[in-house]
Nanobody, 127 residues
């Protein structure tokens, strides 16, 4: 059974940094598109960033572009999200996602058609 297990959440002050990790396990698991979504209290879930594993091409939502960096480590089958200059509006539950394939247009549109989802972890930005 495929599992995505997130770690690294927590609380940080505005302007601070957090790094999320997402370890994938299970049978042969090599989806080509992996990413992160988040959901703030009282708001709809939104796409944050994705990476095409085979080419290391990255995609970002406008709200996080220039502040967040998505990356992957193939040897550990682990996805990362480094979040710098964090803002209170970055607060929410962050979900790691993955899918075998997805077109670039859908990735950039923040389509939520990812097959695999992690359990989510809380990130809070507050002074």
């Amino acid at each position: 059974q495929v599992q995505l297990v997130e770690s690294g959440g927590g609380s940080v002050q505005p302007g601070g940094t957090l790094r999320l990790s997402c370890a994938a396990s299970g049978r042969t698991f090599s989806p080509d598109v992996r990413g992160w979504f988040r959901q703030a209290p009282g708001k709809e879930r939104e796409w944050v960033a994705s990476i095409r594993w085979s080419t290391a091409t990255t995609y970002y939502a406008d709200a996080v572009k220039g502040r967040f960096v998505i990356s992957g480590e193939a040897a550990k089958n682990t996805l990362y999200l480094r979040m710098d200059d964090m803002k209170p509006e970055d607060t929410g539950v962050y979900y790691c996602v993955a899918v075998e394939s997805m077109g670039t247009a859908l990735i950039k549109a923040g389509d939520s058609g990812y097959r695999y989802w992690g359990q989510g972890l809380q990130v809070t930005v507050s002074s």
